[in-house]
C-alpha cells in the first residue's frame, strides 16, 4: 500500500518559563490509502501535538519544531509557508476537533461554515455550493438538512454539531482526515452514531483517517492500525489485531488490563499502572515508561530501547522484547 | 452490606422554571433506595438528570416535591443547623478535579477546612496528625500537605477531593463522574482507592457515570436514567445480561469494546432520534422520542429487577 502520509523522524518542543518541554521526540508513522490508523496515549502523550504539527497548526513561539519531515503526497509540509498550507487545510486535509462547539463558529449559520470551504477551494457558486452542503448535512445524517442549513451552531446538540463538523471536514473530500478526539465529549449514543457516520464517509470517499483517541474500545471498532505513544515517543506499532490480541509493551498490556472488561467478576480487581507519566522538560535518557514498569531492569533506566520487529506491521520498543534479553536472562 | 435501607428516596422531583413559561422536569419522580455498605451505580446520557438527582439528594438543590429520608431523617425537614451537622454523615466527590479545589489554598488548607467547619480538630496538633492520616488513606503523603493543587496530576487532585470528603468521617458519599476528567491509566488507580476505602470504611456510594463498563464494575446495584426518569433498576450482573428496557439496551450496545473481535461481530441498536430534551417531553412534545416516558412507574419483573411500568 502506497502511503499517502509519511512522518519521518518529527521533533516538536515548547519553550515554556521551566525550559524545554520535549513534546514529541523523534516520531515515525505511515499512513497508508483509504487506511484508519489510530493514534493512542495518554493527556501529555504528544500525540495532539503530531496531528497539529502535521496541519501546522500549532502555534509558534511557544512551539518549534525541532527536526523531521511531514511528506504528504509527496511533498515535506513543513517546508510550506502559510499561504500554501491555507490551499492544503481543508482542501486536502480536513479536521475534526474534539469539541464542535469551540470549534464552529457560533456567530455564522452552519450552511455557511460549510459553503465557505466549497467556495474557497472549489470555486463553486454559491448556489452550487449550498447544493453541495445540503447534500453533506444529508450524508451525514441531519434530518431536515435544508431548514438546518440556515441555522446557527447554538441551535444544534452536541452529536449534531460534531456531524456537522464532519460535513465540513469532507465537504471538499479529503485525502486524509485527522479526528482529534472526535466522541470524547459525546454521550455513548451519539459516540456509536458519530464513528458509523465516519467509517461510512470514508467507504464512500476513501479517505484516509488518522484518530485520535484515548478509548481503546473505539480503536477497537474503527481502525486498522494502532499506534501506542507515550511520553512523545511511540513505543508500539501494530495491526489492531495484534495490539489487541497480542500486545507486547508493559505499556499497552499495562493500558488493556487497566480497563473493566464486561465480562469481568465484579470482586477481581482492575490491574492499575502505578505512578504517572514524566516530566518531559527533562525526558529520562531511557525508556521513558521505565519508572512505572514492573518488569524494568537496570539497563531500562539508562538507555532507550530499539525498535524489536514481530511481523511487517508489529514493532514495540522495550529492553525485555530485545532478541538478546532472553539469552541474557536464562545464562 | 447490610439490609437496612441508609438512603431511602421517594417521589422525588426538581423542576427548573427555564423562562417563557418552559418547566425544565430535570428530576421527576424517582423513587428508590440505597442499602447501607452498598454501592448504587446511576447510569444515563448527559442531561439525563443524573447529576441533579445527585446534588438533590445531598440538598444541595432545594426539591420541587418529594423526600430523602437518610438512616430514617428526611433531611428536607432540618433546620439549616441541624443540616449542617448532618452534612458530616453526607459528602461528594467531584467531577472535576481542577474546579472543584481552591487554587489558592494548600492541601493542608483545603482537607483542614472541613474539619474547622464541623469543629472537629482539636489542638493543632491533631488536626496537623489528621490530615496526615487521610493523606496516607488515599496514598498521598505528609510532605503534599503544605503545597498547592496546581502542583499535582488529575489523578493526586483526585485522590485530595476524596481525603476532603473523608475528613468529616461521612457515612455516604456520592461520586459524580469523579473518574471521567482522569486517563485511563489512572481511572484505574482511583477505581481501586474507592473500592478500597469502602471496605476498610464499611462507606455507602451513590456513583454517577456515563462510563458503563466502569459503573458495572464498581456497583452492586445500578440504576438507568433517561429524561429525569429511572427506567430500570437491577443488580449490575443482571443488568448487563438481560437489559429490559429498549433504552438500556440501546446504552449497552454503544460501549464500545476494546477488543476487535467482538467489536466485528457487534449489531448496534440505535434509537431512531436524538433525545430531544427534557423540556419537550415535559411539554407533551415527545412525539419525535418514540420511548414512552410516560408511564415510568418502576415494576418489580424479577427479583430486585425494576423497569418502567411501559416495558415490564
Known amino acids: 500500500m502506497e502511503p499517502i502520509l509519511q512522518v519521518k523522524d518529527l521533533n516538536v518542543s515548547f519553550h515554556v518559563r521551566g525550559g524545554e518541554v520535549k513534546a514529541v521526540r523523534g516520531m515515525n508513522f505511515e499512513v497508508g490509502k483509504g487506511e484508519t490508523v489510530a493514534i493512542v496515549g495518554e493527556s501529555g502523550s504528544g500525540k495532539s501535538v503530531t496531528a497539529q504539527t502535521i496541519m501546522r497548526l500549532i502555534p509558534s513561539p511557544p512551539s518549534v519544531i525541532k527536526k523531521g519531515e511531514v511528506i504528504f503526497q509527496g511533498q515535506d509540509l513543513l517546508k510550506k509557508t502559510n499561504k500554501q498550507m491555507e490551499a492544503i487545510r481543508g482542501k486536502d486535509i480536513g479536521m475534526i476537533f474534539q469539541d464542535p462547539m469551540t470549534s464552529l463558529n457560533p456567530t455564522i449559520k452552519i450552511g455557511k461554515q460549510i459553503t465557505e470551504v466549497l467556495i474557497k477551494h472549489q470555486g463553486m457558486s454559491f448556489s452550487e455550493a449550498k447544493k453541495h452542503g445540503i447534500e453533506m448535512l444529508k450524508l451525514v445524517g441531519i434530518k431536515n438538512a435544508e431548514e438546518r442549513f440556515d441555522q446557527y451552531p447554538h441551535e444544534f446538540s452536541g452529536g449534531m454539531r460534531q456531524r456537522a463538523m464532519i460535513a465540513i471536514a469532507l465537504a471538499c473530500k479529503p485525502t486524509l482526515l485527522i479526528a482529534d478526539e472526535p466522541t470524547t465529549a459525546l454521550d455513548v449514543t451519539i459516540q456509536a452514531q458519530i464513528m458509523d457516520v465516519m467509517k461510512e464517509m470514508q467507504e464512500r470517499l476513501g479517505t484516509s483517517i488518522i484518530l485520535i483517541t484515548h478509548d481503546l474500545g473505539v ?46 467478576k465484579k470482586d477481581e480487581p482492575l490491574i492499575p499502572i502505578v505512578g504517572t507519566p514524566p516530566d518531559l522538560i527533562k525526558p529520562p535518557v531511557g525508556c521513558p515508561f521505565a519508572a512505572r514498569c514492573d518488569e524494568a531492569m537496570r539497563i531500562c533506566e539508562r538507555v532507550d530501547p530499539g525498535a524489536t520487529e514481530f511481523s511487517d506491521t508489529h514493532m514495540a520498543r522495550c529492553w525485555n522484547l530485545h532478541p538478546m534479553a532472553k539469552e541474557a536472562q536464562s545464562s | 452490606m447490610k439490609d437496612n435501607h441508609l438512603i431511602e428516596v421517594k417521589g422525588l422531583k426538581k423542576y427548573f422554571n427555564v423562562g ?185 456510594y451513590l456513583f454517577i457515570a456515563h462510563d458503563l463498563s466502569m459503573v458495572k464494575h464498581i456497583s452492586d446495584r445500578v440504576a438507568v436514567m433517561y429524561l429525569g426518569k429511572m427506567v ?54 415527545d412525539g419525535t422520542v418514540q420511548l414512552d416516558v410516560k408511564d415510568s412507574e418502576l415494576v418489580e419483573v424479577s427479583k430486585g429487577h425494576w423497569v418502567a411500568r411501559a416495558y415490564a
Open chain 1, 219 to 264: 480503536v477497537a471498532g474503527m481502525c486498522d492500525r494502532v499506534i501506542v505513544m507515550y511520553a512523545g515517543e511511540v513505543v508500539e506499532t501494530g495491526t489492531k489485531w495484534e495490539i489487541f490480541k497480542n500486545p507486547q509493551h508493559p505499556y499497552t498490556k499495562g493500558l488493556l488490563r487497566s480497563m473493566p472488561r464486561l465480562d469481568q
Open chain 2, 20 to 204: 417563557k413559561g418552559q418547566i425544565l422536569k430535570a428530576v421527576d419522580d424517582l423513587n428508590f433506595y440505597i442499602r447501607e455498605g452498598e454501592t448504587l451505580g446511576m447510569v444515563g446520557e448527559s442531561g439525563c438528570g443524573k447529576s441533579t438527582a445527585g446534588r438533590t439528594i445531598l440538598r444541595l438543590y432545594e426539591p420541587t416535591a418529594g423526600s430523602v429520608n437518610f438512616n430514617g431523617t428526611d433531611i428536607y425537614k432540618l433546620s439549616p443547623g441541624k443540616m449542617k451537622a448532618m452534612r458530616r454523615d453526607m459528602q461528594m466527590i467531584f467531577q472535576d478535579p481542577y474546579a472543584s479545589l481552591n487554587p489558592r489554598f494548600t492541601v493542608s488548607d483545603i482537607i483542614g477546612e472541613a474539619l474547622d467547619i464541623h469543629g472537629l480538630a482539636g489542638s493543632r496538633a491533631e488536626r496537623k496528625k489528621r490530615i496526615e492520616e487521610l493523606l496516607d488513606m488515599v496514598g498521598l503523603n505528609s510532605d503534599h500537605a503544605t503545597r498547592y493543587p496546581h502542583e499535582f496530576s488529575g489523578g493526586q487532585r483526585q485522590r485530595i477531593g476524596i481525603a476532603r470528603a473523608l475528613a468529616v468521617n461521612p457515612k455516604f458519599i456520592i461520586c459524580d463522574e469523579p473518574i471521567s476528567a482522569l486517563d485511563v491509566s489512572i481511572q484505574a488507580q482511583v477505581v481501586n482507592l474507592l473500592k478500597d476505602l469502602q471496605d476498610r470504611l464499611g462507606l455507602t
Open chain 2, 232 to 285: 430500570e433498576l437491577a443488580d449490575s450482573e443482571e443488568l448487563y445480561a438481560n437489559p429490559i428496557h429498549p433504552y438500556t439496551k440501546t446504552l449497552l450496545s454503544a460501549i464500545p469494546i476494546p477488543d476487535p473481535e467482538i467489536e466485528a461481530n457487534k449489531k448496534r441498536l440505535t434509537l431512531e432520534n436524538d433525545m430531544q430534551g427534557p423540556i419537550s417531553a415535559a411539554k407533551g412534545e
